[in-house]
């Protein structure tokens, strides 16, 4: 199931979203060129990250290595959000002048075929889709200023769109992080819009896979700083160093992570905290016998639950606290009995990103995924496909929930929790 509140209409449900089957009888080498989707879905990878990160040489890099993908690579101005909406709204034909002459068919010498498209939007993408069956991949870079959550969300709910869109599947997010800037880009990116989180925070809060580059160029005790900020923001992403983007790319391509459970970095414990300007604690109360309980970095914060096995009327109870907090950005909480009667008071919320994995008590195991206030949970499918053939999906030993936004401080986890018992 999956549910949009845009515009204030009734959620409706939609089919859930089968990744592209890759078929299972290719051979198991990544670079086998029998790895083909055999599915109609052509799989999508957003490529974001901090202006000059290292980006392009990520791609480049992809696009010369023997993977057996013929992959398409959107270079555009995504980023600009205003223009997806502008054009998922005016565009009704491929043929829309704005995508014209925006396309560029490559013939690589590791033999894939690539294509790029060097104009934006959904025009392009329409476009390019038009050349379905000349590409199984898509790669989309965004602009280092772009916030990737809306233009997933785009993907991730994509059945209303004709042309094309519709056969594509997100597969996920890849963020590149400087590992010389990165931690100053963090510090002093602000954002002037309600939320006031800068992008390069919204960028690694929204990724599913993190990749901390240029680690030849910074000393070892800053990358594992930048290394630990990046987890306070997204316990939920793993975290890999690079130099020029070099990583194996089952990592970062096919890696399905929509239908798979999240997993989270054990390394991030609940006592973990970066304390900035934005905290709402004293800091002088702050010592190892007393941890805070949320991390914080510049606003945006994590938290994560564990639980058990969950009954329907423990799942029921979930769906309500989960619609109430990404669509009406609102929790109720405990309120602190010394300064109010009443016993229940709702506090503000933003999820960014919401990930997570529960087993009901008939033995089925679910996913949760959630993009701004678009979610889904969707039963666990035991065989995923993966490059080269199926995989088996490891299902978690217990269930947890993975929450990245604004106001996620102790009150809201132990609201959570309290629906969870
Ligand atoms: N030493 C070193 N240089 C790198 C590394 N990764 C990228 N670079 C260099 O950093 C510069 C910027 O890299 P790009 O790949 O263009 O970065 P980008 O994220 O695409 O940049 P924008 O599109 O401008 O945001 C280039 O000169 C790269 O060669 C790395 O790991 N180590």
Redesign the pocket.
């Known amino acids: 199931m999956s549910f949009n509140d845009s515009d204030d209409d009734v959620p409706t449900l939609v089919e859930t979203l089968n990744a592209s089957t890759l078929d299972p009888s290719a051979d198991k080498q990544p670079e086998s060129s029998n790895a083909k989707p055999v599915s109609a879905k052509v799989p999508l990878t957003i490529i974001c990250?901090?202006?000059?990160?290292?980006?392009?040489?990520?791609l480049k890099r992809i696009l010369t290595e023997r993977h057996g993908y013929r992959i398409a690579v959107i270079m555009n101005e995504f980023g600009d959000t205003a223009d997806i909406e502008a054009k998922t709204i005016n565009v009704s034909s491929a043929d829309d002048p704005t995508a014209e002459g925006s396309e560029e068919f490559l013939e690589l010498a590791n033999g894939c075929l690539c294509c790029s498209i060097k104009d934006v939007g959904v025009a392009a993408m329409e476009k390019l889709m038009l050349k379905k069956g000349a590409f199984d991949y898509i790669l989309l870079?965004t602009?280092?200023l772009a916030d990737p959550g809306p233009i997933a969300s785009m993907f991730w709910t994509n059945e209303e769109y004709a042309n094309g869109l519709a056969d594509i599947v997100l597969d996920g997010v890849v963020c590149?992080v400087d590992?010389v800037f990165g931690q100053k880009q963090m510090a002093e990116d602000h954002s002037t819009d309600e939320l006031r989180i800068g992008e390069s925070l919204r960028q690694i809060a929204g990724s599913d896979v993190v990749l901390l580059?240029?680690?030849?160029?910074a000393p070892p005790e800053s990358v594992a700083e930048t290394e630990q900020l990046i987890r306070k923001v997204n316990p939920a992403a793993p975290i890999y160093k690079?130099?020029?983007?070099e990583i194996d790319l089952k990592y970062i391509i096919g890696i399905q992570a929509f239908q798979k459970p999240p997993s989270v970095d054990e390394a991030v414990t609940p006592n973990s905290h970066v304390h900035t300007d934005d905290c709402d604690h004293d800091h002088d109360e702050h010592d190892e016998k007393k941890p805070p309980t949320h991390y914080e970095v510049r606003g945006i914060s994590s938290l994560q639950v564990r639980c058990g096995i969950l009954d329907q009327a423990h799942i029921d109870k979930l769906d309500a606290w989960i619609r109430n907090a990404l669509w009406e950005n609102r929790v109720s909480v405990r309120s602190d009995e010394k300064i109010t009667s009443d016993p229940v008071t709702e506090v503000q919320v933003q999820i960014l990103r919401a990930k997570g994995a529960f087993t009901s008590k008939e033995g089925k195991h679910f996913v949760f995924q959630g993009v701004r206030s678009i979610y889904e949970i969707s039963e666990l499918e035991r065989k995923a496909p993966g490059v080269g053939g199926d995989t088996d999906v490891d299902v978690p030993e217990e269930g947890k929930i993975v929450l990245i936004g604004t106001g996620l401080d102790d009150r809201v986890r132990k609201s959570l929790e309290s629906v969870l018992r």
């Open positions: 990250g901090f202006l000059g990160a290292g980006k392009s040489t990520l870079e602009t280092g590149v590992g580059n240029k680690i030849d160029l690079t130099i020029k983007g």
